[in-house]
């Protein structure tokens, strides 16, 4: 059993097009998080949510909605897409809010916008 | 605001050579520190983690230990082997707000047989 699972794996798509990121956890987790992790390996956190709530939003751009519909599933999507905004994305999980807990990542979606 | 610095990489070393990553961090208040490892086309997981000052953390092999006073979690294992080639994350969750992983850049280490 997969525990952070993320669909597509791989998303290849052209400038300015509308798409999304699905992002589902078994765990029982009530804190979900999106990661954006670039060419060179950095990683950075986007948005986390807890209980379906907001908690997270690092200055992204407009552009990027996430959208949790309930404590499993926590989807992103992205409008109007860039160049810059190829990537890797991250969903995560953890078990509570407290710096503490660990955190679980799905496999990553590569992104490519031509 | 918080922040990680890793040592640069690559890092190659030979099959059973000592391997320490160095990792340092800026934070205010008692944050958690944690190393994750990416593997080749994967996701990253907890690899070890020390919530409090002169905590050790350790799995695999891998050890680590949360020093205050030089604000530094540096990573180390006796011998590596060919299967600890991977990417190494140092990441710190903050202790108050909302507690997000801030990570380091990530070291990529490479053992050959």
């Known amino acids: 059993d997969t525990a952070v699972s993320q669909t597509p794996k791989y998303l290849v798509t052209q400038m300015g097009n509308d798409k999304s990121i699905k992002c589902e956890q078994n765990l029982g987790h009530d804190t979900m998080y999106w990661y954006k992790q670039d060419s060179k390996k950095f990683l950075k956190i986007m948005f986390s949510?807890?209980?379906?709530?907001?908690?997270i939003n690092e200055t992204v751009p407009n552009r990027f909605s996430p959208k949790s519909p309930d404590k499993a599933h926590l989807n992103l999507h992205i409008n109007s897409l860039e160049l810059g905004d190829s990537a890797v994305y991250f969903c995560?999980?953890?078990?509570?809010?407290?710096?503490?807990?660990?955190?679980?990542f799905g496999p990553g979606t590569r992104l490519t916008v031509t | 605001g918080n922040s990680v610095t890793q040592m640069e990489g690559p890092v190659t070393l030979s099959e059973e050579a000592f391997l320490t990553i160095n990792c340092t961090y800026t934070?205010?208040?008692?944050?958690?520190l944690f190393w994750y490892v990416q593997y080749p086309g994967e996701g990253l997981q907890l690899l070890l983690k020390a919530t409090k000052a002169d905590d050790k953390g350790s799995n695999k092999g891998f050890e680590a230990t949360y020093r205050k006073e030089t604000t530094s979690f540096h990573l180390e294992k006796g011998s590596v082997q060919v299967s600890d080639s991977a990417v190494y994350f140092c990441a710190l969750s903050d202790s108050m707000g909302a507690q997000k992983l801030v990570f380091g850049q990530g070291t990529r280490l490479t053992i050959n047989p």
């Open positions: 995560a999980s953890s078990a509570g809010l407290a710096g503490a807990y660990e955190q679980y």
């Open positions: 949510y807890n209980n379906k709530e907001l908690i």
């Open positions: 934070a205010t208040g008692y944050p958690s």
